[in-house]
């Protein structure tokens, strides 16, 4: 719906302007009579400077980035924890919000808490914007009349989150590269240079050496079947695509990334560490532990790890220990399934799982950076004996024909 400013006077005459989102400009009107208000002036928002319709449109394809997410989340806590009630906040955060989507979302959500609705509700209206993790962390907050410290809590998170995948990409940009440009200078070689090579040789009636013999005969390969190639890679990927868009293709990608040698133990280790700081941060907000189970499973993002948390959460309902039930899956490791049993014991599961998820964290990503630390010698090191193969493969032929010419 479309945004409208407008100015208007109340009952003992005092002057009110701000922005409101109706239908029509008449139903705008109408809707500030029911308030109480006699309207002044009422007109499109988009009608003035600071309007940008296409780029709100793409916007609510899009949604808030993650840095926006956390900020408004920072800032409508410090507000809230400033006593100040819902609908002053959320005007507070319109007004300094630095887009013109931003700005008409929040306007949205003011709109709903000051119809009736909660908070949370109003968010649950945007669910490509707030995750369900975020709407259920905000209605506990509601419930137990915490919101400014759950939505604390939530920044913290979301920063974390953040953080973890910002230092992930930066530390895999290098090696990219060097893939890349790597295999940039392989296919120029090939494509350009080896043909060129072998034509003088035509020429000369001479035999290839064998390593220049090798890479005539992969360019050669390439640009016969060249075609075929790309269209069976195609297909390849695209019935592969396909494929694991089912749910016996899920079951198998799923089980085959905790299987693979050195990596399925890194990617085991962070979706637990994921599952425990949110199950931990939930229960931290009030919420029970089975509405927690239910959520916090989500944010594994692996389906056979999903199914025992699942099982482990009926086993809790029919009173049963989950730390036992997460043991005898075999998917959590013992550090985490330990601290969760003492965790229970002492009634603090909810410190347990930070912690330990904290620890795990630091875990993953030390061993995230050692990997990285020897990735790059070894990148170094194939790429230079590919290039170094190729490179010999082409002086070769050239040192034997300048023989000729003396």
């Given at each position: 719906?479309?945004?409208?400013?407008?100015?208007?006077?109340?009952?003992?005459?005092?002057?009110?302007?701000?922005?409101?989102?109706?239908?029509?400009?008449?139903?705008?009107?109408?809707?500030?009579?029911?308030?109480?208000?006699?309207?002044?002036?009422?007109?499109?928002?988009?009608?003035?400077?600071?309007?940008?319709?296409?780029?709100?449109?793409?916007?609510?394809?899009?949604?808030?980035?993650?840095?926006?997410?956390?900020?408004?989340?920072?800032?409508?806590?410090?507000?809230?924890?400033?006593?100040?009630?819902?609908?002053?906040?959320?005007?507070?955060?319109?007004?300094?919000?630095?887009?013109?989507?931003?700005?008409?979302?929040?306007?949205?959500?003011?709109?709903?808490?000051?119809?009736?609705?909660?908070?949370?509700?109003?968010?649950?209206?945007?669910?490509?914007?707030?995750?369900?993790?975020?709407?259920s962390?905000?209605?506990?907050?509601?419930?137990?009349?915490?919101?400014?410290?759950?939505?604390?809590?939530?920044?913290?998170?979301?920063?974390?989150?953040?953080?973890?995948?910002?230092?992930?990409?930066?530390?895999?940009?290098?090696?990219?590269?060097?893939?890349?440009?790597?295999?940039?200078?392989?296919?120029?070689?090939?494509?350009?240079?080896?043909?060129?090579?072998?034509?003088?040789?035509?020429r000369?009636?001479?035999?290839?050496?064998?390593?220049?013999?090798?890479?005539?005969?992969?360019?050669?390969?390439?640009?016969?079947?060249f075609?075929?190639?790309?269209?069976?890679?195609?297909?390849?990927?695209?019935?592969w695509?396909?494929?694991?868009?089912t749910?016996?293709?899920?079951?198998?990608?799923?089980?085959?990334?905790?299987?693979?040698?050195?990596?399925?133990?890194?990617?085991?280790?962070?979706?637990?560490?994921?599952?425990?700081?949110?199950?931990?941060?939930?229960?931290?907000?009030?919420?029970?532990?089975?509405?927690?189970?239910?959520?916090?499973?989500?944010?594994?993002?692996?389906?056979?790890?999903?199914?025992?948390?699942?099982?482990?959460?009926?086993?809790?309902?029919?009173?049963?220990?989950?730390?036992?039930?997460?043991?005898?899956?075999?998917?959590?490791?013992?550090?985490?399934?330990d601290?969760?049993?003492?965790?229970?014991?002492?009634?603090?599961?909810?410190?347990?799982?930070?912690?330990?998820?904290?620890?795990?964290?630091?875990?993953?990503?030390?061993?995230?950076?050692?990997?990285?630390?020897?990735?790059?010698?070894?990148?170094?090191?194939?790429?230079?004996?590919?290039?170094?193969?190729?490179?010999?493969?082409?002086?070769?032929p050239?040192?034997e024909?300048?023989?000729?010419?003396?």
């Open positions: 719906m479309p945004v409208f400013t407008y100015r208007a006077l109340d009952a003992k005459g005092r002057n009110f302007e701000d922005e409101i989102v109706a239908e029509s400009s008449e139903a705008a009107r109408e809707e500030l009579r029911n308030k109480g208000l006699y309207p002044v002036a009422v007109r499109d928002a988009e009608a003035g400077p600071k309007s940008a319709p296409l780029r709100s449109a793409a916007f609510w394809k899009r949604g808030f980035s993650s840095a926006q997410l956390t900020e408004f989340t920072r800032q409508l806590a410090t507000l809230l924890n400033a006593d100040l009630q819902i609908i002053p906040a959320l005007t507070i955060l319109v007004r300094q919000s630095r887009t013109e989507s931003a700005r008409r979302l929040l306007l949205r959500i003011r709109e709903d808490v000051n119809e009736g609705k909660s908070l949370g509700g109003a968010l649950a209206l945007h669910p490509r914007i707030f995750p369900e993790l975020y709407v962390m905000v209605q506990a907050g509601e419930a137990s009349g915490t919101l400014g410290t759950i939505l604390e809590r939530l920044a913290a998170y979301l920063e974390l989150q953040r953080n973890l995948q910002r230092r992930m990409s930066g530390a895999l940009a290098y090696p990219a590269l060097m893939v890349l440009t790597g295999f940039s200078v392989v296919f120029f070689l090939l494509s350009f240079v080896i043909p060129r090579v072998a034509k003088i040789f035509d000369a009636n001479r035999d290839l050496p064998w390593p220049t013999q090798v890479l005539i005969s992969g360019s050669n390969f390439l640009s016969d079947y075609v075929f190639l790309a269209v069976g890679l195609v297909l390849l990927v695209a019935g695509i396909f494929w694991i868009r749910e016996q293709g899920r079951w198998f990608l799923d089980n085959l990334k905790l299987r693979i040698p050195l990596f399925g133990n890194l990617y085991r280790m962070q979706a637990v560490a994921r599952f425990g700081r949110t199950l931990g941060v939930l229960l931290a907000s009030g919420l029970p532990i089975l509405d927690s189970l239910a959520i916090s499973k989500m944010v594994i993002a692996n389906r056979v790890m999903e199914s025992s948390v699942e099982q482990a959460r009926g086993e809790t309902h029919r009173g049963g220990e989950f730390s036992a039930a997460l043991e005898r899956s075999g998917h959590f490791p013992p550090v985490f399934t601290m969760v049993g003492v965790g229970e014991q002492s009634g603090h599961l909810d410190d347990m799982l930070l912690h330990v998820s904290g620890h795990l964290e630091q875990e993953s990503e030390s061993t995230i950076q050692t990997m990285l630390t020897l990735v790059d010698p070894i990148l170094i090191l194939v790429m230079g004996v590919v290039v170094g193969f190729v490179v010999v493969a082409i002086l070769l050239l040192f024909i300048s023989q000729l010419i003396r």
